[in-house]
Nanobody, 121 residues
Framework: EVQLVESGGGLVQPGGSLRLSCAAS????????MSWVRQAPGKGLEWVSG????????SYADSVKGRFTISRDNAKNTLYLQMNSLKPEDTAVYYC??????????????WGQGTLVTVSS
């Protein structure tokens, strides 16, 4: 059974930092691209970032480029999202998701339960 479990969310002041983690199990983690997707209160899903299976290629939404960094540790079956210079508009539930291939231009087939990030003073 595929499981994706996010952690690391919480309340942070504007300008602060958080690191999200996503622990994966039930599949060969190193064979698949992964992503982070978020949903702000009352809004739709927004793709945030993707990383290929080996971790050598990444992509970011314009809204987070230069502030967020996606990474992965295939030995630990874990995906990360380092978030710096956080803004109130980054407030959202953050989900990790598994792509259906090693590259992040295919669809996503499994999602975690999400972790809430609140940016507020």
């Amino acid at each position: 059974e595929v499981q994706l479990v996010e952690s690391g969310g919480g309340l942070v002041q504007p300008g602060g930092s958080l690191r999200l983690s996503c622990a994966a199990s039930g599949f060969t983690f190193g064979n698949y691209a992964m992503s982070w997707v978020r949903q702000a209160p009352g809004k739709g899903l927004e793709w945030v970032s993707g990383i290929d299976s080996g971790g050598g290629s990444t992509s970011y939404a314009d809204s987070v480029k230069g502030r967020f960094t996606i990474s992965r540790d295939n030995a630990k079956n874990t995906l990360y999202l380092q978030m710096n210079s956080l803004k109130p508009e980054d407030t959202a539930v953050y989900y990790c998701a598994k792509y259906m291939s090693s590259w992040y231009n295919y669809g996503m087939d499994y999602w975690g339960q999400g972790t809430l990030v609140t940016v507020s003073s």
